[in-house]
């Protein structure tokens, strides 16, 4: 593969050689060759102020609908592709686990049941899949949300609220759209303002919308602001969510009716929001794939979300993150992170922008996992990858979902130290790490001055025949990275949640610290296809800055009971790494 870095908008000058495995470098540029997205600013559509959410949640009730036995969020087959020849992957950590008897990884300080797809059931009547387990942590508060329901739980694992669905979060909205369970939730717990928002798009059409929920006060079960944005008649799946320091960031992956496809980046005004203001604005870039190149937007961009105390330095742009793989056929002639800066400022007359700051190569990895096996009668399916234990007709295997060219969420940044500093942003991504074997990819990217650069990556896929994947990673106060995944392989591991982490001062590219488990699975998923969650969550406590927060989802039992799939269920686990105390 030749190594090289495209930058589309202005030519840089970054070295960080720190060796194949752990950084990549930034040398040399080409001029953009396609049109600045435009900014089109507009407002909310709707709002209004919701009565407390434990009395709306107390007071909802649904008609179970006719839906088939399980429904499928989003449904959409994978597309089968052609799997080249394993080529090897260069950052793959081959050793760095800790002697015995210094700092390990430790157990997990509190874990306890989350929602489960059973909550669909009693709800609705059906079941759904995949979960898309997310959740975040305040300081009294953790709150998840899943495909269709959430609920709020206090920090020791006590429910306070739910399982409820998700259209009561809009429950008497102006916007009927909003009110409807409608799928792929995000939930963040903004930490410089005390405040949760919550979201999810619409499905209805023509006209579709994101539908965003801030509390009204730290308090999860009381009241909203509660907003719908219009997409048009583009349809934002897979939206994305982050905390910036005066805006709320947005991403989706959007289609139109007559097959247009493009990359949409918002950035919501978060003053107004804060108080309720129902003028509050919205800036919107669509990407669109006719006009940019393909490989650079690829299935999705993660926008930047801050943990910790500190704030972006003035006016900064807000990171938006992607990832391309040249064996995919989108065009990509190099493995590499894309890196789009998101700039607004809010005034009477707002001036926004988005830029193209380059294609920075990685280490060699393959996306493009062998999957594709027949499953029963159905032809072969992108989806079908993972085996589980015991099902030995070859017909149930999980999707790895690594052939979406974007990194899997969170883009969880970070600022270190006051001038003289630097800015620190980790993600991951599932690759095929070894032959037939799922690994997790996992990144952090420094910017220092306002340049990029690939800072150390890593793949961790210890040798044991146990797929990793579906990862999400976070670092605490400290710069110790924490990361959490699903697991399962196609003999005795069932898919269960597993996490590592490393401190800060060890060898760049190698999670050291072994490897902890939140939750061991005792059943396989028997469904009518093979769709694992599209994300899993990695979270900081903003009490400590210290404590990690992980949810993600499990199995524990097997089989067909009576006509009724058995469902998923999800787990909230919390842990400490070594060495993280004090204040930040």
Not at 107 to 136: C, H, K, M, W, Y
Request: hydrophobic fraction near 35%; proline fraction near 7%; aromatic fraction near 12%.
């Amino acid at each position: 593969m030749q190594k090289k870095i495209l930058t589309l908008n202005r030519t840089i000058a970054i070295v960080s050689l720190i060796g194949l495995s752990t950084a990549a470098s930034a040398q040399i540029s080409h001029q953009q060759k396609f049109p600045a997205p435009a900014a089109k600013f507009s407002k909310a559509v709707a709002f209004d102020v919701s009565a407390p959410m434990r009395e709306l949640a107390a007071a909802r009730k649904i008609t179970r609908s006719a839906f088939p036995e399980e429904r499928e969020i989003r449904p959409e087959r994978g597309e089968v592709t052609p799997n080249s020849k394993y080529s090897g992957d260069k950052a793959l950590q081959t050793g760095g686990l800790r002697p015995s008897g210094t700092f390990a990884i430790a157990p997990p300080l509190l874990t306890f049941e989350g929602l489960s797809n059973q909550d669909n059931f009693e709800t609705f009547g059906f079941r759904v899949a995949p979960p898309d387990p997310v959740g975040d942590v305040g300081p009294n508060h953790y709150v998840e949300m899943i495909n269709l329901v959430f609920a709020v739980y206090d920090k020791t694992g006590h429910r306070l609220l739910g399982p409820t669905d998700t259209g009561t979060l809009w429950a008497g909205f102006s916007l009927p759209d909003c009110t409807d369970p409608s799928g792929d939730p995000v939930v963040l717990y903004d930490q410089f303002a005390d405040r949760w928002l919550l979201s999810q798009f619409t499905t209805r059409g023509p006209i579709y919308y994101n539908c965003v929920a801030i509390s009204q006060t730290g308090d999860p079960t009381g009241a909203y602001f509660r907003y719908a944005f219009s997409t048009g008649p583009f349809f934002p799946d897979y939206p994305k969510y982050g905390v910036w320091k005066k805006s709320y960031l947005l991403t989706s992956r959007d289609f139109g009716n007559a097959g247009e496809y493009g990359i949409s980046a918002y950035a919501l005004e978060k003053s107004k929001m804060l108080v309720g203001n129902p003028n509050a604005r919205a800036v919107h870039f669509f990407l669109d794939s006719a006009v940019v190149p393909l490989n650079l937007i690829g299935d999705g961009l993660l926008p930047a979300d801050i943990d910790g105390s500190k704030l972006p330095t003035g006016t900064v742009p807000a990171p938006l993150v992607g990832t391309q793989d040249d064996d995919i056929p989108y065009g990509a002639t190099v493995d590499a992170l894309n890196i789009w800066d998101l700039s607004v400022v809010w005034k009477q007359t707002p001036i926004a922008s988005i830029t193209f700051r380059g294609s920075f190569e990685t280490a060699p990895f393959d996306s493009n996992f062998p999957c594709g096996v027949v499953t029963g009668s159905l032809p072969p399916d992108a989806r079908d990858c993972l085996p589980e234990p015991g099902v030995t007709d070859g017909s149930r295997f999980l999707d790895i979902l690594s052939y979406r060219q974007r990194p899997t969420w969170r883009l969880a940044y970070r600022k270190f130290g006051g001038a003289g500093g630097y800015e620190s942003m980790v993600t991951n991504q599932s690759v095929e790490a070894q032959p037939g074997i799922a690994g997790v990819r996992w990144y952090e990217i420094r910017r220092v001055d306002g340049d990029y650069s690939i800072y150390q990556q890593g793949t961790f896929a210890p040798d044991d025949g146990v797929h990793r994947w579906m990862g999400s990673i976070a670092q605490d106060h400290a710069g110790n990275l924490g990361l959490g995944y699903s697991v399962v392989n196609g003999l005795d591991v069932f898919p269960g949640i597993r996490y590592t982490g490393r401190l800060k001062g060890d060898t760049l590219g190698e999670m050291t610290l072994g490897e902890g488990t939140i939750r061991n699975g005792s059943g396989v998923q028997v469904t009518v296809n093979s769709r694992w969650g599209d994300y899993t969550s990695m979270n900081v406590d903003p009490t400590d800055d210290c404590t990690l927060w992980y949810v993600n989802e499990y199995y524990q039992l097997s089989g067909i009971i009576g006509v009724n799939t058995v469902p998923f269920q999800t787990r909230i686990g919390s842990f400490r790494l070594p060495s993280c105390g004090g204040s930040e």
